[in-house]
């Protein structure tokens, strides 16, 4: 009989509340809403990993957990952390192309279907969007409504808001920098 694999899990302290990570020997597989309970990480874990045995661990979790906070504190627009995705291949291609967005700017939907060659597919793209597992390390919310509304986000629009406003404060475009016209 095999042994079935691990997901280790933690919990973070970021700003205004803590997050759920949990990650495989390959690398980080799922990060939850901002004070989302250790249900939402069970469920899911049950949903798309259900031969996985879960495992708190906050010392594996660490260095997870420094980057996050870092990002929260707007010292970090990049990870160094190894992913773990497990999807379709259009949810793949559709991740993947999420982590291509710069941090501080944002795309729309429609915008952004068109620039991964699939701008009949906007809907299919907004589903995939919304099984992304990695809120922060894979960057949808940077993707918004046409009109630059915020729209359906995992970790709830006050989440998505402020996540946005972060990145604007901490990489501001030249529009917004001091002295600019």
Same mark, same amino acid.
């Given at each position: 009989m095999r042994e079935k694999p691990y997901v280790?899990?933690?919990r973070v302290t970021v700003r205004k509340g803590s997050l759920y990570l949990a990650a495989?020997?390959?690398?980080?597989? !799922?990060?939850?809403?901002?004070? +989302?309970?250790?249900?939402? %990480?069970?469920? #899911?874990? *049950?949903? $798309?990993?259900p031969r996985y045995?879960?495992?708190q661990d906050h010392?594996?979790?660490?260095?997870?957990?420094?980057?996050?906070?870092?990002?929260?504190?707007?010292?970090?627009?990049?990870?160094? !952390?190894?992913?773990?995705?497990? +999807?379709?291949?259009?949810? %793949?291609?559709? #991740?993947? *192309?999420? $982590?291509?967005?710069?941090?501080?700017?944002?795309?729309?939907?429609?915008?952004?279907?068109?620039q991964i060659a699939k701008p009949a597919a906007v809907r299919a793209v907004g589903a995939a969007i919304g099984a992304n597992p990695l809120l922060l390390a894979v960057p949808c919310h940077r993707v918004v409504g046409k009109n630059g509304s915020l729209t359906g986000y995992r970790g709830g629009l006050d989440m998505k808001s402020e996540l946005l406003a972060l990145e604007k404060e901490c990489f501001p475009?030249?529009?917004?920098?001091k002295g600019s016209t």
């Open positions: 280790h899990w933690s495989t020997a390959k690398g980080l597989c !799922f990060v939850g809403s901002r004070n +989302g309970s250790l249900q939402e %990480l069970t469920d #899911w874990l *049950a949903r $798309r990993r045995v879960a495992v010392e594996l979790l660490a260095p997870y957990a420094a980057e996050i906070r870092e990002y929260w504190q707007g010292m970090r627009q990049r990870f160094s !952390f190894p992913l773990d995705l497990e +999807g379709t291949p259009f949810q %793949l291609a559709v #991740w993947e *192309a999420l $982590r291509q967005i710069p941090y501080g700017q944002t795309t729309s939907y429609s915008a952004f279907a068109a475009n030249e529009k917004t920098k």
